[in-house]
């Protein structure tokens, strides 16, 4: 299996997907509604149909988990998990952090990640046991050692109002702990953030396949430890994730510990 044939596929399809969102920015005619807060536009559909179509014509056979469209089944193990626009509510408002998210699996097992920010031209990619990059330059988590002197960042579920205080909870004893804390809007740029060393830590919970899969990579293979609120290895579907930057990890656990373990 050559991945770098893979990634490059897979570069090639998050271009004609941020070519599609540049064309629409500013200029959506109607935005949907998949939940109270759970946006849709022309443009996410558009580029993923892009972004699909690039991949279908090299890897005809493989399949596809995309966020709009959902499964379409191939003949093989291969599987490609696609976010046409994570951050669809920023994209809506014209706020220029938003990205494409595309990662290529085999079983479960995540081999490649890209995430591309459309506006600012920022490609983060990874192949398992290559390292990542942004941009084709090597990339590192930070070295900071204490929450006290991290930036941390989170997003929350689109289901929030059934978990406020769950979610509340976690983020006011990150909030006290940390030096600060953002919350973006896109988690997959959120973890490439991680991996870059801008920000130490990531947590969220709710989150789909689609919305980690890619990420996730990015930021281990720049030596961030990624799991789940229990400190077990995360997996693309897990509950919860939190992506730090090793050295804070611990501390991070303590503070996303809840008496009633959830």
């Avoid at 849709?40 to 056979?61: H, P």
């Avoid at 085999?106 to 990542?132: M, Y």
């Avoid at 769950?166 to 006011?172: D, F, G």
């Amino acid at each position: 299996m050559d991945l770098e044939h893979i990634h490059r596929v897979g570069i090639a399809a998050a271009y004609k997907g941020a070519g599609v969102l540049r064309s629409h920015l500013g200029k959506i005619s109607q935005i949907g509604k998949k939940g109270d807060i759970d946006l849709v536009t022309e443009a996410d559909l558009e580029s993923e149909k892009q972004i699909i179509s690039t991949i279908q014509k090299t890897f005809a056979n493989h399949s596809i988990l995309a966020e709009e469209s959902g499964l379409k089944k191939g003949g093989s193990e291969h599987r490609w998990l696609i976010d046409p626009l994570d951050g669809t509510t920023n994209y809506a408002h014209q706020l220029p952090i938003f990205a494409i998210s595309i990662a290529f699996a085999l079983k479960d097992e995540i081999l490649v990640g890209i995430v591309l920010n459309p506006v600012n031209g920022e490609l983060f990619s990874a192949i398992k046991g290559s390292g990542a990059q942004l941009n084709g330059k090597p990339i590192r988590v930070s070295s900071t050692e204490q929450v006290s002197e991290s930036l941390l960042v989170t997003g929350f579920p689109y289901n929030i109002r059934e978990l406020f205080d769950m979610i509340m909870a976690r983020y006011s004893r990150c909030l006290w702990a940390a030096r600060g804390v953002r919350r973006l809007g896109s988690a997959a740029l959120d973890l490439c953030y991680v991996a870059c060393g801008r920000f130490e830590g990531f947590w969220e919970q709710g989150l789909k396949p689609w919305d980690t899969a890619a990420g996730s990579l990015v930021a281990a293979e720049a030596g961030a430890r990624v799991t789940d609120f229990s400190n077990q290895p995360f997996r693309v579907g897990s509950k919860h994730i939190l992506a730090t930057n090793g050295r804070i990890h611990e501390e991070m656990l303590t503070l996303l510990r809840l008496k009633d373990g959830e």
